[in-house]
């Protein structure tokens, strides 16, 4: 058995959340809705003292601060592709010295996802 593998966990959340956007053209993105959102996430790293990547009710802990907000607050501007690169670089910071990467997928309908990959550089 290896000393230190390297493992991913998954975990899917779902949040209702309000957002609005501020596109340059005729949308009704440009006024403030809804959305059930589906977040997928997927943290790969070495696993610490407990034997975990990271626990996963932390994961969840994370995504759920934005559960009914007005995404807005934390994310501008809020495109899905833009919170999936927030969530990705909150949740490394969880457990920044056993993850290797971050994948979050934003679901904004059940037909449209966005998705991102961080991988810190190893100059970091
Ligand atoms: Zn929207």
């Known amino acids: 058995m290896s000393e230190n593998p390297i493992v991913t966990v998954y975990k899917v959340i779902s949040i209702s959340s309000a957002h609005e956007l501020c596109l340059p053209y005729e949308s009704k993105c440009n006024q403030i809705h809804g959305h059930n959102w589906k977040i997928e996430t997927w943290l790969t790293g070495k696993l610490n003292e407990s034997k975990m990547v990271v626990d996963f ?68």
């Open 57 to 124: 009710t932390i994961i969840k802990r994370e995504v759920m601060k934005l559960d009914h907000t007005n995404i807005n607050s934390y994310v501008e501007p809020s495109t899905a592709e833009n919170i999936a690169v927030y969530l990705a670089q909150k949740l490394y910071q969880l457990e920044p010295t056993n993850l290797v990467k971050v994948k979050v997928r934003v679901w904004e309908t059940e037909t449209s996802y966005a998705e991102y990959e961080y991988v810190p550089s190893s100059q970091e």
